[in-house]
């Protein structure tokens, strides 16, 4: 460590150590022999516990330094940067949210403070095998492939489709050598300048645009708008190629872990190597190695889910949101944030760029575009051949429907017609289970969760009702919990299991496959089905949103939405928004090859404004109507919201509380904010907690966090109480 440093800490020198224990402030403590350096991970004593922490800055002092214990020792980490520290501190001022909880995101790899570890690598030794095999051939082969790489016992097996006995084999006669090296090593090198797809002009337009606002060295923010398999993420691949040639760090945020499998091949493809990832699908020692080389410039390049963006990049020029209107960045638990908001955030903060790629962008990222704050590059035709589908509505009003059947005759005239000539049919249903509802026919009673405010959903494959708020389930029963009537218990309206019931009987030559989160024990499962139906592997596919995010089915050319106006109702302000990015989405899985698709859309309403804008392909038509309607209304993003949740086991609790805060709103009319409520959540209750909440509506320009902040802290919580804050909500549970 360079003590030339002139803000290095010499050994004694009293230093606040920020933990992410719940603490209001850092924690003075003297520097470890050696000395530290501002940002410095280190292990402290905290009462009778070792903690990990990082040196925030010069100790505040003011008590006996004779008490002052030491700081144990510095992590084999790199510091972290001021620019993080920064990000942190701003990110916990927006969020309103306490550091040690920001620290705790910015470390979440296991093992920081463990000594590095040692791992066995096999690379291509001198020996030559005394007896040769298809196997043993095949481990050759990809030593012999990669050049010079090492790999792990299980990459090097997997990678030729062997058993690990086939590799000891070959090390026991020399063919293989093993070697023992840190486990934590730098990932392969992407090269930038293996050849490019060659681009369509609009695409090499696009990708000029970003590639220049790279060359500026400054921050900015791009909004790549294109429809579906208008090849955006070829075009931002030429981002990352000039981030990587500028030897700076480019992150990937993606919403949904199925989507990784396709996008890591593709980075392979382009650039050679595969890239660092982090998400919940991620070993705890990869995530370990991860974290540890984007910090030391051993990772030019991750990609990952929304927490990615907390990771202790040491050069980052580039950040792709891609899907940006996907609610899952939207972080719902913990520290409530919103990855995109975020990662404009970090950007602007180390002069890095920004993509926000997506179809169907949220109206936020499209208002940001339209004043001016964003870029914006535009992608109109689909690559190749393909073209946007058909769209059109089947008016359900004119559909003669058997009781419990959603498949409109005019849907299975299609689909039939699709299967006969070997090409794919989605039928699309956002509803996971089985049946939603389950209704007691002798008194009427429908079977709700003991904890929450919700319905039991049954999910037929696992023989179980469970609760979609707080996941409890139980066996399905055979007499009413409330009036003891046997075998009376109906299923109400449909669900996507209870979808695949129909169409097997509707179609009974097809294969079906149903895709529901909640049917595959783990992504890898979910990603070879969805590898297995792109190659033909089914005929109907049934799916959840899950199908919407970008996956390519080639022989998909029909797309039937069984229930279009699903989602047109509810409270949330964002509801048009979404019905309309979700059926837009879904209708773009139609015809993404060669053949031209079609989307039929079952709706009861089919004069619906949003409905009418889908069918015409208005894109910019219905964001002008949305915003001017959000306009008007003065909420987000032409106003801001905040909503405070208060729950307790008591229900009179939360309610006194919440009028208490009603009444004392005088530090949010001083920034002209207003409060709603309290009222019960639409969730009232979840995990046996009534929750109350407030709505806080100001003007655009408002200091909303500070207000907040000086308006909660007049009342005290009493021990069961919580109260949290979200700050521009997205969801209104
Ligand atoms: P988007 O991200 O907009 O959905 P993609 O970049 O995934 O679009 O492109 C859709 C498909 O078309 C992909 O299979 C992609 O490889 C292919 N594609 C797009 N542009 C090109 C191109 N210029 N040359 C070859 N293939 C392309
Ligand atoms: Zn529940």
Redesign the pocket.
Same mark, same amino acid.
Do not use: M
């Given at each position: 460590m360079p003590p030339s440093n002139p803000d290095f800490f010499d050994e004694g020198a009293l230093v606040a150590v920020l933990t992410a224990q719940p603490l209001d402030r850092p924690l003075d403590y003297l520097a470890p022999e050696g000395g530290c350096l501002p940002g410095a991970f280190v292990e402290v004593p905290l009462g009778p516990r070792k903690v990990l922490g990082v040196v925030w800055g010069p100790g505040k002092g003011g008590f006996d330094l004779k008490k002052a214990r030491s700081i144990i020792r510095v992590l084999d980490v790199a510091p972290m940067r001021d620019e993080m520290q920064e990000f942190l501190r701003r990110a916990a001022d927006y969020t309103l949210t306490p550091m040690p909880a920001m620290l705790r995101l910015a470390t979440r790899a296991p093992g920081l403070s463990n000594p590095p570890s040692m791992q066995k690598i096999y690379r291509l030794g001198e020996g030559e095998p005394s007896r040769i095999t298809d196997a043993r051939t095949r481990v050759l082969e990809v030593l012999r492939g990669y050049g010079g790489l090492g790999f792990t016992l299980k990459e090097l097996s997997d990678l030729a489709g062997v058993t690990s006995s086939v590799v000891k084999g070959l090390v026991t006669q020399g063919a293989v050598r093993e070697e023992d090296t840190p486990r934590d090593m730098p990932f392969a090198r992407l090269d930038p300048s293996l050849p490019a797809? $060659? !681009? @369509?002009e609009d695409?090499q337009e696009a990708a000029g645009a970003l590639r220049e606002g790279l060359r500026s060295g400054t921050y900015g923010t791009t909004l790549l708008r &294109?429809?579906? &398999? $208008? &090849?955006? @993420?070829?075009?931002? !691949?030429e981002a990352v190629a000039e981030a990587l040639r500028q030897g700076r760090q480019a992150l990937v945020l993606l919403p949904e872990i199925a989507l990784t499998a396709e996008f890591l091949n %593709?980075v392979e493809v382009r650039f050679g190597a595969r890239p660092a990832e982090w998400h919940s699908g991620v070993t705890m020692t990869e995530r370990r190695r991860t974290w540890k080389m984007v910090g030391q410039g051993g990772a030019q390049m991750v990609v990952g889910a929304r927490s990615a963006l907390f990771l202790p990049f040491q050069n980052l020029g580039l950040i792709i949101v891609?899907e940006e209107h996907d609610t899952s960045y939207k972080q719902e638990d913990g520290v409530l944030y919103n990855a995109r908001d975020m990662a404009v955030l970090r950007a602007a903060i180390c002069g890095a760029r920004v993509v926000l +790629?997506s179809?169907t962008p949220s109206l936020e990222s499209w208002a940001n575009a339209e004043a001016g704050k964003y870029d914006r590059l535009d !992608?109109d035709a %689909?690559? &190749?051949a +393909?073209v946007m589908p058909d769209l059109a509505a089947i008016d359900m009003r004119a559909q003669k429907l058997p009781s419990n059947r959603w498949i409109s005759p005019s849907l299975q005239v299609a689909a039939n017609d699709r299967i006969a000539r070997g090409e794919q049919v989605l039928l699309f249903l956002n509803r996971r289970g089985y049946a939603p509802t389950t209704i007691c026919r002798a008194c009427g009673h429908q079977i709700g969760c003991e904890h929450c405010d919700a319905r039991m959903v049954e999910h037929r494959f696992q023989k179980r009702l469970i609760c979609h708020q707080c996941g409890e389930s139980a066996p399905l029963p055979t007499t009413c919990p409330s009036c003891g009537a046997e075998d009376r218990l109906a299923a109400v309206g449909p669900g996507v299991e209870r979808l695949a019931e129909e169409a097997t009987a509707l179609f009974p030559e097809a294969r079906i496959a149903v895709l529901s989160s909640d049917l595959f024990g783990s992504a890898r499962a979910l990603k070879e089905q969805i590898e297995e139906i792109a190659q033909g592997g089914a005929d109907i596919i049934i799916g959840t949103q899950l199908v919407a995010k970008?996956h390519?089915f080639p022989l998909l050319t029909l797309v039937g939405v069984i229930d279009a106006d699903l989602g047109l109702q509810g409270s949330d302000l964002r509801a048009a928004e979404r019905t309309f990015q979700l059926m837009r989405q879904v209708a773009g899985r139609a015809g %993404?090859a060669e053949r031209r698709g079609t989307a039929l859309l079952q709706t009861f309403q089919p004069e619906h404004p949003v409905i009418r804008a889908i069918l015409a392909g208005d894109e910019n038509g219905f964001w002008r109507a949305e915003a001017d309607a959000r306009r008007q209304a003065g909420v987000p993003p032409y106003g801001r919201m905040a909503g405070i949740i208060l729950s307790s086991p008591d229900m009179q609790v939360v309610f006194d509380i919440g009028e208490d805060l009603a009444r004392r709103d005088g530090p949010l009319r001083a920034v002209g904010a207003q409060v709603f409520g309290p009222a019960p959540a639409p969730v009232a209750r979840i995990r046996g907690r009534h929750r109350v909440r407030l709505l806080v509506k100001a003007p655009k320009g408002a200091a909303l966090q500070a207000a907040v902040a000086a308006w909660v802290a007049q009342v005290r919580l009493p021990p069961q109480a919580r109260l949290s804050v979200d700050i521009d909500p997205q969801s209104f549970y």
């Open positions: 797809k $060659s !681009l @369509t695409q &294109g429809v579906t &398999g $208008s &090849g955006k @993420t070829e075009v931002y !691949l %593709r891609d +790629a179809a !992608l %689909r690559y &190749g +393909a970008g390519n %993404r």
